[in-house]
């Protein structure tokens, strides 16, 4: 009995792996259909999309009659608020828009660098950096350096904003803490400040069917745990010592940039929402990004940059991967 539960266990598990891998091919086929976006920069200036948005409901509401004179008398303010500002010795201010969504490799970080860059080459001393990020953490290395891409924003001497609609926990406060002013929805999760590292081992298994398992290193440490060998209590331990430096390393940057907090009550592991989380000091406003950028609009231009790259096969197999796992 035993023997046959393992065998259609097996065959289950070949089962599945075959219709995921069909269904990843499937994605990025259809990806590859729809063509994507070409490589670079694009800009979309808000302020007209919010203006033309509006202009959509008036008209429904107003009817075609009414609305082309209310338009006419807009587009008469407009000109007239144009001229008024190109007399002014400095431009109006403007923030820039940019948006983060996270994955377990960060791999938008190779998107946001391109984007940092465009926009220091253009902004001025009076121009701000909206980040609108949604990151539930992942890789230490790979959020630690999304995280230097937001640096470089604070070293030019612009505010940074960045603003959490839906989660900034663990790799995505990592990033969020680094700036001078973070927006969070009511209900956004947020925290998560610890350090995580999980295999399950088969080395049980790989013995009580006669395989062996071999593994050479050169160097103590070279590895801790390992999934097919017999892992060690000196090898759990300096895991957890190396944790433990990370999960310090992480309180450091938090108590760099966020030195309000109680360090030792956040670095728990926990995650809060927007509400708490405020009261927590991890988020310095409960609001949203929609809200922020429609009050943020009557006193500033808001240009929204986005680099759209080509990905390779490797990089959309995996993508298609996380988003199978995640859904």
């Known amino acids: 009995m035993n023997e046959f539960l393992f065998a259609y266990g097996l065959f289950l598990a070949q089962v599945l792996t075959l219709a995921a891998i069909i269904l990843i091919v499937v994605m990025i086929a259809m990806s590859a259909r729809r063509g994507g976006h070409p490589r670079g920069i694009t800009v979309e200036h808000l302020n007209r999309r919010f203006e033309e948005a509006a202009d959509s409901v008036r008209r429904t509401i107003a009817g075609k009659e009414r609305f082309k004179k209310e338009a006419k008398a807009r587009r008469k303010e407009r000109k007239r608020e144009q001229r008024a500002r190109d007399k002014e010795a400095t431009p109006r201010p403007r923030l820039f828009v940019l948006d983060f969504k996270g994955d377990i490799r960060a791999s938008a970080t190779a998107s946001l660098r391109e984007e940092v860059s465009a926009l220091l080459a253009v902004a001025l001393d009076q121009d701000q950096v909206l980040l609108r990020l949604e990151n539930p953490g992942g890789m230490v290395h790979e959020h630690?350096?999304?995280?230097?891409?937001?640096?470089?924003?604070?070293?030019?001497?612009?505010?940074?904003?960045?603003?959490?609609?839906?989660?900034?926990?663990?790799?995505?406060?990592?990033?969020?803490?680094?700036?001078?002013?973070?927006?969070?929805?009511?209900?956004?999760?947020?925290?998560?400040?610890?350090?995580?590292?999980?295999?399950?081992?088969?080395?049980?298994?790989?013995?009580?069917?006669?395989?062996?398992?071999?593994?050479l290193t050169a160097g103590r440490y070279k590895r801790t745990l390992t999934l097919f060998g017999k892992n060690t209590e000196e090898g759990r331990e300096k895991l957890q010592e190396e944790l433990e430096d990370v999960h310090e390393l992480f309180k450091g940057q938090i108590q760099a940039y966020r030195p309000q907090v109680d360090i030792e009550t956040i670095a728990t592991g926990e995650h809060w929402y927007g509400l708490r989380a405020l009261d927590l000091k991890l988020v310095d406003e409960v609001r949203t990004s929609d809200d922020f950028l429609l009050a943020a609009a009557k006193e500033r231009d808001l240009y929204h940059l986005s680099y759209k790259r080509r990905r390779s096969f490797p990089e959309r197999l995996m993508g298609g991967v996380e988003t199978l796992l995640s859904r």
């Open 144 to 215: 630690g350096l999304a995280a230097s891409q937001l640096v470089r924003i604070k070293q030019r001497g612009l505010r940074l904003l960045i603003a959490v609609d839906k989660v900034a926990a663990s790799g995505g406060y990592l990033m969020a803490c680094v700036a001078d002013h973070i927006i969070a929805a009511p209900f956004a999760v947020v925290g998560s400040i610890g350090v995580l590292a999980q295999m399950p081992n088969f080395n049980r298994l790989l013995e009580g069917k006669g395989i062996d398992f071999e593994q």
